[in-house]
């Protein structure tokens, strides 16, 4: 104990009578040797506020080594630590965000609630993350920084935080996965991220989760049975409309005329394949999109190809429940679609395409937020 006192008064002295240099050699020598030692909290304390000093007016370089030396330390003082997670630059705050274990919940929570993305995507990356930390990460976090949490096993999510992944992977195949491979997702919440997953999804989570195979397989029956229900199974018509309907568009044939005279009459598997070939998009992702009681894929779907309204509420009204909407949801979908506009949705097609090519994954449509 007298020996690291008179060490630090050295220090000390060399901070207030030192030029900008020799501040930096004894900036390294003091992180140096408080690195090697063994020290209580209150020796950590004085070495943190001797490298506090010295640390002032340092540069980036300077800044980016101390967070490298000191990241991975057990003997990091916190209030240093601190400061260089709150660094704006990720060179510096990175290495500390994602190694230190002398960061407390409440810290990486502030951090994660102000720093840019590459903050929140290094505190992803963390050995262990508290669903303190969670719940931020997947509310303000970028589609990278909720892939990369969703994966870490050594992430830990409260309920809401499970339910901000559900609704984030509704337009995201691959996190679809990554979420449905946690083995600590609730059952529940399993059944419901199954029931709005593309048919790839289901499949690979099938082969990979065999302890929930009973869950996936009753979950694919309920929604295959309410399409079948309604329309019939697929087996009985579905390859003579897409025979139809293909010759129509080899044609030319096929346009909104066509598709509002099919959804008129609730001839729902011509309607799905219209969709699709005008579209370019996977039956199964326009099959859900119809039945879906979130509607936004069918307005986005209607508006990239320019429809008009009438042509719109026939697709409505042809997977509604019973064919019947209200008067007030009609309206509040008609605003909806009247905000929307026709390149963006070309976009949001775009971008689905663009991932399905990327993952070779179907997944839902994405809203017009994330496009």
């Known amino acids: 104990m007298t020996e690291s006192t008179s060490f630090l008064t050295e220090l000390e002295e060399a901070v207030s009578k030192g030029t900008a240099e020799s501040c930096l050699r004894a900036l390294w020598h003091a ?51 601190k400061k260089l997670a709150f660094d704006d630059s990720i060179d510096v705050a990175g290495p500390v965000l994602r190694q230190s274990e002398r960061i407390d919940s409440k810290t990486l929570v502030a951090n994660a609630r102000c720093k840019s993305q590459q903050h929140l995507l290094a505190i992803s990356k963390r050995k262990s993350i508290p669903d303190t930390v969670t719940d931020v990460l997947v509310v303000r976090g970028s589609a990278e920084v909720a892939s990369s949490v969703a994966k870490n096993g050594g992430a830990r999510f409260s309920g809401s935080g499970f339910l901000h992944l559900l609704k984030r992977s509704e337009d995201d195949s691959i996190l679809a996965e990554q979420v ?28 990979e989760r065999p302890d929930m195979g009973d869950l996936i397989q009753s979950v694919v029956t309920d929604v295959t049975g309410n399409i079948h229900a309604k329309f019939g199974p697929a087996s009985k018509n579905y390859f003579a409309a897409k025979r139809t309907v293909g010759k129509l568009h080899q044609y030319g044939e096929l346009n909104e005329d066509k598709v509002f005279e099919f959804a008129h009459s609730l001839k729902f598997n011509e309607t799905a394949v219209s969709l699709s070939l005008l579209c370019n998009v996977p039956i199964d992702v326009v099959e859900r999109a119809l039945v879906d009681v979130n509607r936004e894929a069918v307005l986005i779907l209607a508006k990239a190809l320019n429809f008009s309204w009438s042509t719109t509420m026939s697709l409505l009204f042809l997977g509604a429940p019973n064919y019947r909407i209200t008067a007030g949801d009609l309206d509040r979908m008609k605003i909806d679609f009247q905000k929307l506009n026709v390149e963006t949705s070309k976009q949001v097609l775009t971008v689905y395409r663009s991932r399905k090519e990327a993952s070779t994954e179907g997944s839902a449509l994405p809203s017009q937020r994330q496009a």
């Open 31 to 81: 992180t140096d040797v408080l690195i090697a030692g063994r020290y209580s909290e209150d020796q950590i304390w004085t070495f943190g506020e001797v490298i506090g000093r010295l640390a002032e007016e340092i540069e980036h370089t300077a800044r980016v080594r101390l967070s490298n030396k000191l990241a991975p330390s057990s003997n990091a003082p916190f209030d240093v630590i």
């Open 180 to 207: 449905g491979m946690r083995k600590d997702i609730p059952r529940h919440l399993f059944q419901q991220l199954i029931s709005k997953a593309s048919d790839d999804v289901r499949r690979k989570l099938g082969r």
